[in-house]
């Protein structure tokens, strides 16, 4: 796990529009995500749309409430697109044309990256309580925690080599849903270098470091 590394988020950048969809609906379909969890119910299949207020598109940056989509300016979005396997689709804007930046389409890889009984602890050390399953969709989401508060990866089947993936594992409450990112040490370099400001480099516990279970709250 060495050649994989998270990236602990400084700020977000930008509105996903319309707000009353969060952004889901252009990117999966008015029925392409649950309302009552905002889980997506299929991959994505259109845009995501950011409104104009309050953007600089400059270098990378995450937007504000989707925690797992990452936005590159184009001229970054070519240059790691030619180094990198990477699902770039076009970032739009309310009533424009989209082309002044890419989004990187991050793909959900394995069918589990933490071991449950430890993270199920670890959520209830921080939050009193795990997670829920969605009433409508059925999906488990995992109370929110950061990268350095997580089990070891124990992740099944495996990587297979790709440059940037998501977790199976949903975290998130409320109307909030993402997935935990790892990504490739060598382009997680270069969005650094591109957005000091929004990115800093943290190393992920693999499965080999020791890790004790977290004390649970009575």
Not at 13 to 25: A, K, M, N, V, Y
Not at 116 to 124: F, G, K, S, T, V
Request: one cysteine or more; hydrophobic letters at 40%.
């Amino acid at each position: 796990m060495n050649d994989y590394v998270s990236l602990s988020l400084k700020r977000n950048r930008g509105w996903p529009w319309p707000e009353d969809s969060f952004g889901l609906t252009p990117m999966f379909g008015e029925d392409g995500w649950c309302h009552t969890c905002g889980v997506p119910r299929h991959a994505q299949t259109g845009s995501i749309v950011l409104q104009r207020k309050g953007l600089t598109v400059k270098g990378a940056w995450v937007p504000n409430w989707l925690f797992d989509v990452f936005c590159l300016e184009s001229s970054l979005a070519e240059k790691v697109g030619s180094i990198f396997d990477l699902d770039l689709r076009p970032v739009a804007r309310p009533r424009t044309s989209p082309g002044a930046a890419m989004q990187i389409v991050v793909p959900t890889v394995g069918k589990s990256w933490f071991d449950e009984d430890l993270l199920r602890a670890q959520a209830i050390a921080e939050h009193g309580v795990s997670g829920a399953a969605c009433p409508e969709c059925g999906v488990w989401r995992w109370m929110p925690l950061l990268f350095d508060t997580l089990p070891p990866l124990q992740i099944v089947p495996g990587l297979g080599g790709v440059d940037i993936a998501a977790s199976p594992e949903w975290f998130g409450d409320g109307l909030k849903a993402f997935r935990k990112i790892l990504v490739r040490r060598e382009l997680a370099e270069l969005l650094v270098a591109a957005s000091p400001r929004d990115f800093k480099i943290r190393p992920v516990p693999s499965a080999g470091c020791h890790q004790p279970l977290p004390k649970v709250r009575p």
